[in-house]
């Protein structure tokens, strides 16, 4: 009796050794999914928005700054700051050119802002410039998407819908190819301590025993 309550807690102390790491790094994930699903629309509802705005005449410079102001945050800024430069004429590129330089430092004033005090406060900071990182480098990118959607508008008078759905399309298979990826690796670590719980319980269950009953006899 007292052999098989040793065998159960060493069984569970390495299922615990084993799971507990992946099991951590899952937390983790989701963690992160929260913090961004918290922090705002995403790019394809912000693109589906333009779209609609599009299709019901709004101008450009107007629609990207309603929605601008719609999205807030850093994005938000980038997006009013293009608007308000076509407005007053800049050439196309110097207006996104001057969104990404508006973006770039709301980046810089946000890590800066917060001045954390107590005894982990370098590393509370490592992680607000880690955030802040990238917040600026999602909002330049989605910034790029949004210019090249909608540079062929402005220039050539195409109609924004198709770029913008296609934008939106590309953003979900992107996705998608994200998320498959995630759930390969993460079916891989977790597999792999399942297995490495199977072998010790099959060596001390099922062989041990059997050569042990063989020696007795």
Known sequence: ??????VSACLAALAWMLWYPPAQMLARQLGALGKT????????????????AMREGS????ALDVIGSIVGGTLGCGLCRASHSLMLGF???????????????????????SEPDG???GKRRNDDDDSSSADVAFTLDALG?????????WTRGVSPVGPLESAVEQLDARARATIEQSAQRLSVKLLLPT???FLPSFM?????PAIGSFIGH
Do not use: Y
Not at 59 to 62: E, K, Q, T
Not at 145 to 153: E, F, P, R, V
Not at 204 to 208: E, T
């Open 37 to 52: 699903v918290a922090a705002g629309p995403s790019l394809g509802v912000i693109l589906e928005m333009m779209a609609v």
């Open 91 to 113: 050439s196309w590129e110097d207006s996104w050119f001057a969104a990404s330089l508006a973006c770039q430092k709301a980046g810089e004033r946000n890590g800066q802002s």
């Open 195 to 197: 297995g490495l719980c």
């Open 119 to 121: 005894r982990h406060r």
């Open 59 to 62: 101008s450009i410079p107007h």
């Open 204 to 208: 001390l269950i099922g062989i041990i």
């Open 1 to 6: 009796m007292n052999m098989d309550a040793l």
């Open 145 to 153: 998407i949004i210019d090249d959607a909608l540079k062929s508008t």
